[in-house]
């Protein structure tokens, strides 16, 4: 299944990448908002994509390869853009554009992302950096801290019932697979699930692959030193995919508008038309804001 970019047209013209301009894409993905800027910006323009999968970037390069211009590809967290600009000795950006969703790809590689397929409980994006995986928190954490993690990454409710069960079901046996978590969360939720609504372990598994992933901390960091990677007059657009996400960005545009480090072009995030959501279901929960750097 191919990596469909999200709110693409409405992307590009908030970007609005010109000839000899210099854009980044921290989450370069399968590079479908890459390739139309890179094509935007021409042979004088200079393009840093990072991705966080090793893979990925393997991809992207073989994609690129006979591309004009300027492209670096690296294998980097974008949450690390300053310190790979720093290394390649890069100037500030007229545009960063950060796509917050995982990607189809990712689904298909077998990282326990989903419970749609029995497979590994992984869900690390980096499979290099000896980062713990989903498996080794939910056998590891207590069962207070596994509730907590839940709760506060997944907004679930149900959280404590959960944690109470995974940990009574790792007493018997660890818990390795993603089939065979989905089947503990769901015996634990029980006559609470009602049925239509989404399966009870969506929010778990939400919960986990930011826990694991370092999402917000990553979002956080990114969001700290924008004006350090982006040139006056240059934007940075992010594309969110729940609520915990876009209530951070959110929050911190409206800091850096007052603190007069640059302003809110977004008031109101930008979703998907009803024809994008036919198109590609994803792009149903997608949250785009946009803010202007005015300081240098």
Known sequence: MAHISVLFNETLELLDPKPGQFFIDGTTDGGGHAAAVIEKIGKSGMFLGLDWDKGMVERLREKFKKT????????ANYADVKEVMQRLALPKADGLL??????????????????QKDEPLDMRYDLTGGMPTAADVVNGLSEKDLADVIYQYGEERMSRRMA???????KKKKIETTKELADVILAAVGRGYEKGR?????????ALRIYVNKELDNLE???????EIIKPGGRIVIISFHSLED??????????EKEKIGKIITKKPITATEEEIKQNPRSRSA??????ITVS
């Not at 004009?68 to 294998?75: R, S, T």
């Not at 109470?164 to 790792?170: G, L, N, Y």
């Not at 209530?247 to 850096?256: C, L, N």
């Open 164 to 170: 109470k069960h995974i940990v009574e079901q790792r």
């Open 198 to 206: 989404i399966h009870p372990a969506t929010r778990a598994f939400q």
């Open 287 to 292: 949250k785009m804001r946009c803010f202007e």
């Open 247 to 256: 209530r951070i960005v959110k929050t911190r545009f409206r800091e850096k």
């Open 221 to 227: 960091k990114i969001l700290t030193e924008c004006e």
């Open 68 to 75: 004009n211009g300027k492209i670096m590809l690296e294998h």
């Open 98 to 115: 950060l796509d917050l969703g995982f990607s189809s790809v990712q689904l298909e590689d077998e990282r326990g992302m989903s419970f």
